[in-house]
């Protein structure tokens, strides 16, 4: 997999770089950071890197998960940018992982479902985030004050066959929630 950023004024690649691991990993998703337009995040299967784009080359950033073997292991499905300009990252297997700007590691999140599947899906808001997996479910985590675990579940909601709400009956809950979106005024 080859990450290409396109100057459309001058109609030619402004960067490019290799961004699969050496197994040919798939890459799930990548995204700018919208505070600072030179740094990129790229994730997929046994893939978490972060780029910062230099004189029209991309450099990789250094992070202390791609020295773990273990990571290598691990697949990261999704990743959304905080207003406060962290970075979630979310892994197949339900930990939701945050690092500031710098790929530095901060923490697994405490309020992280921990259940395979659990999040395939992730947007920021104003208050947090959003996640959406497996069995139609939503939830909704705001900043708590809480130091020790950042952010709380509010609320959890499962989609029920006509995509709104379920009435709560087991089996009511259908499908996968496979992406989000979410006002930028929320």
């Not at 997999?1 to 004024?9: G, R």
């Not at 939701?96 to 697994?108: S, Y």
């Not at 997996?133 to 609320?155: H, I, P, Q, W």
């Amino acid at each position: 997999w080859t990450l290409v950023l396109w100057s459309w004024d001058k109609a030619r690649p402004h960067g490019t770089v290799k961004v699969s691991n050496a197994t040919g990993g798939v890459i799930h998703e990548c995204s700018i950071n919208p505070q600072d337009s030179s740094i990129v995040c790229v994730v997929g299967d046994g893939v978490f890197k972060l780029f910062r784009l230099q004189e029209g080359a991309f450099k990789m950033m250094p992070n202390q998960l791609s020295k773990l073997r273990e990571a290598a292991n691990q697949n990261y499905v999704c990743h959304t940018w905080l207003h406060d300009d962290r970075l979630i990252v979310c892994t197949e297997s339900g930990d939701a992982l945050l690092f500031d700007n710098n790929g530095d590691f901060k923490m697994a999140l405490p309020c992280s479902p921990g259940e395979p599947r659990s999040l395939l899906c992730i947007a920021a808001f104003n208050k947090g985030f959003v996640t959406g997996g497996d069995n139609g479910t939503v939830c909704v985590y705001e900043r708590s004050d809480d130091l020790k675990e950042m952010f709380r579940k509010a609320k959890e909601v499962k989609l029920d066959a006509s995509g709104g709400p379920g009435d709560g009956t087991p089996g009511a809950a259908i499908g996968v929630a496979t992406a989000l979106a979410v006002s930028p005024s929320e």
